[in-house]
T-cell receptor, first 114, second 116 residues
C-alpha cells in the first residue's frame, strides 16, 4: 500500500496564485522528496527535506515537514502555466525493511490557468 | 549524457506473451529500480537493484523478473503477460543507495504497455 497520501487530488488555480499540496505518511522517515511529472513524461526530482529539517526553499518552492504530524506540504509561489503537472511526494522510510525503497504517494494534479 | 533510456516507448501484447522492457543508464549509477504507474495508485515499486548482480523485490513483484548483469542495464521481463499488467512502467536510477543519504532518483520517460 502507498504510505504517502496526498491532498488535494486535483488543484486548479490562476497564474500568479500560490499552490499548496499536502502529503501525509505513516512511518518514520529518513527524508521526504517531492517530484514533478509533466503529462506523458517521467518524474523529475524537485526538492528533498531531511527528517531533522522543518523547512526548505528552492526558488519558488517551499517545503515544510512536521514529523510529529507525519505530514509535509509543498508550496509553489507565483505559479505559472508551465507549473501544470502532477506532483508526488516520496518517502525514504527508516528501518531495515525499507532499504532500497522509495514509497510514492498518489499525487496531486495541478492545473494553472493562464 | 542521455540519462535513463527506456525502450520501447509503447507496446501492445496479447495475453500470455512474454517480453522484455529495456532500461539503460549512462550515469554510472549503482542503484536502479522499476515502477509501475496506474491511475489513482501513484508509483509502485516492482523490483530494484543496489548494484550489478544484486536484485530484490519491491511491493508488486509477481509476474515480473529482473537481472542486473552490468551496471548500465536493468531489464524487466514479463513472463506471461496478463491484462492486469497494463500500465505505464518507469525505470529509475540513483547514484547509490545509502541509508540516510539523499537517494534521489532519475527517471526514464516510461514504457506504455497494453495487454489485450
Amino acid at each position: 500500500s502507498q504510505q504517502g497520501e496526498e491532498d488535494p487530488q486535483a488543484l486548479s488555480i490562476q497564474e500568479g496564485e500560490n499552490a499548496t499540496m499536502n502529503c501525509s505518511y505513516k512511518t518514520s522517515i529518513n527524508n521526504l522528496q517531492w517530484y514533478r511529472q509533466n503529462s506523458g513524461r517521467g518524474l523529475v526530482h524537485l526538492i528533498l527535506i531531511r527528517s531533522n529539517e522543518r523547512e526548505k526553499h528552492s526558488g519558488r518552492l517551499r517545503v515544510t515537514l512536521d514529523t510529529s504530524k507525519k505530514s509535509s506540504s509543498l508550496l509553489i509561489t507565483a505559479s505559472r502555466a508551465a507549473d501544470t503537472a502532477s506532483y508526488f511526494c516520496a518517502t525514504d522510510n527508516a528501518g531495515g525493511t525499507s532499504y532500497g525503497k522509495l514509497t510514492f504517494g498518489q499525487g496531486t494534479i495541478l492545473t494553472v490557468h493562464p | 549524457n542521455a540519462g535513463v533510456t527506456q525502450t520501447p516507448k509503447f507496446q501492445v501484447l496479447k495475453t500470455g506473451q512474454s517480453m522484455t522492457l529495456q532500461c539503460a543508464q549512462d550515469m554510472n549509477h549503482e542503484y536502479m529500480s522499476w515502477y509501475r504507474q496506474d491511475p489513482g495508485m501513484g508509483l509502485r515499486l516492482i523490483h530494484y537493484s543496489v548494484g550489478a548482480g544484486i536484485t530484490d523485490q519491491g511491493e508488486v513483484p509477481n509476474g515480473y523478473n529482473v537481472s542486473r548483469s552490468t551496471t548500465e542495464d536493468f531489464p524487466l521481463r514479463l513472463l506471461s503477460a496478463a491484462p492486469s499488467q497494463t500500465s505505464v512502467y518507469f525505470c529509475a536510477s540513483s547514484r547509490q543507495w545509502m541509508p540516510g543519504a539523499k537517494n534521489i532518483q532519475y527517471f526514464g520517460a516510461g514504457t506504455r504497455l497494453s495487454v489485450l
